[in-house]
């Protein structure tokens, strides 16, 4: 059994869920900080992936960069480099896919902190970043952290958006979703099976582990 779908999953999930991390945390703290109105125009926004199936968001993202558009074009004519049905081209999907989860998740732990721990650190001399750094981050982390392994679930799991920006090659672009798929196309359901339960225990233990997380800070 070719196991080449499940590395390429795990590659691109965790490369795309370590993209969200950061900047949903980024996105997140700063909305926060905005007033009502313009909080929720960027909520919007930055929330839209959340709610767009994703055969759309790879429609846009074919748009956007494919070879017959005006960035991959370029990129292509210039740097001779192709986003499109290349491993890689599935973290470009997956990170706009999950953003929202990370970034919904990150708001909601920064909105439930206690900003009198802020307002103690501004009353000490602190700076913003030594504040966020020292303060705000660990008092939210337990949030941040099950934020982070919930993306990191559903980039694993991930095929509308991906599948139409890579495809299906196998050895190069498959992974657990497009091979599923591909497998019950063709008629061999055997390895569709196969590869089925071996998502069914990867998503069980990563729930298990937000389970864990939510567990413990329940306790705190």
Not at 38 to 53: A, C, E, Q
Not at 134 to 142: A, D, M, S, Y
Not at 163 to 171: A, D, E, K, L
């Amino acid at each position: 059994m070719d196991l080449f779908p499940l590395y390429n999953s795990i590659r691109v999930a965790a490369i795309s869920s370590l993209i969200t991390f950061f900047t949903g945390i980024f996105f997140a703290y700063q909305v926060k900080k905005l007033k009502p109105l313009f909080k929720g125009i960027w909520d919007v926004v930055l929330t839209l992936p959340l709610v767009l199936p994703p055969t759309v968001i790879g429609f846009f993202i074919i748009k956007t960069l494919g070879p017959n558009s005006l960035i991959g074009s370029k990129l292509v004519d210039i740097f001779d480099i192709s986003l499109m049905m290349k491993w890689y081209s599935s973290i470009i999907a997956t990170s706009i896919v999950t953003f929202p989860l990370m970034y919904r998740t990150s708001r909601g732990a920064f909105e439930a902190f206690d900003m009198n721990l802020k307002y103690a650190g501004e009353t000490l001399g602190k700076s913003d970043s030594w504040i966020f750094w020292r303060i705000v981050l660990p008092n939210c982390k337990k949030g941040i952290i099950a934020g982070f392994i919930l993306t990191f679930a559903r980039a694993l799991g991930e095929y509308g958006a991906t599948s139409m920006v890579s495809g299906y090659i196998p050895g190069k672009t498959a992974t657990i979703s497009t091979s599923v798929y591909q497998f019950w196309r063709i008629g061999q359901d055997d390895l569709a099976y196969k590869w089925v339960l071996i998502n069914i225990g990867l998503s069980l233990a990563i729930l298990l582990l937000i389970n864990l997380i939510e567990g413990r800070k329940t306790h705190d």
